[in-house]
């Protein structure tokens, strides 16, 4: 085979510093559309991006020479920033130290849309905590 070919599908969630509600409906259009500006900008392709006040959930898909650590350092850092520069929230908006991100197959891609679009709806129901813990589970890892 003389080319190279990937396709790197992975979900992200991370949350905010001490998983405070600072993601608000007022903002939150302006912090999506800016994570898939960035997104883009590293050469990935977002699918979707959305949340709840205290957390973040993605679906992109991610070149080859790039690691999930860099983007994702990258996408929190420049938010935070973002967010920040533009007095989005009153107080210093931070980002909690590391994240989840989860391989996802083509053929998965459509769920995890989907439920990533839901994520308001599934958090009426349902703690940040708890859902974290199933995707551990889900993805062979414990909390560590």
């Not at 900008?41 to 991006?49: D, E, F, N, P, W």
């Not at 990258?74 to 935070?80: A, E, L, M, P, R």
Request: proline share 4%; aromatic share 12%; charged share 20%.
């Amino acid at each position: 085979m003389t080319n190279s070919h990937a396709k790197i599908w992975i979900h992200a969630v991370w949350t905010t510093k001490n998983r405070k509600p600072l993601i608000h409906p007022r903002m939150e259009r302006r912090l999506y559309e800016f994570i898939g500006v960035e997104l883009k900008r590293m050469g990935c392709t977002l699918s979707i991006v959305n949340g709840v006040p205290d957390h973040v959930h993605c679906l992109f898909c991610m070149p080859p020479d790039l690691s999930v650590n860099e983007i994702i350092k990258h996408i929190k850092g420049s938010s935070s920033h973002f967010i920040n520069h533009n007095d989005l929230i009153p107080d210093k908006f931070f980002w909690q130290n590391g994240y989840g991100a989860f391989t996802v197959s083509q053929s998965g891609v459509d769920a995890v849309n989907k439920y990533i679009y839901f994520q308001k709806k599934h958090h009426e129901k349902r703690s940040y905590g708890a859902e974290f813990e199933e995707l551990l589970a889900l993805h062979g890892l414990e909390e560590g």
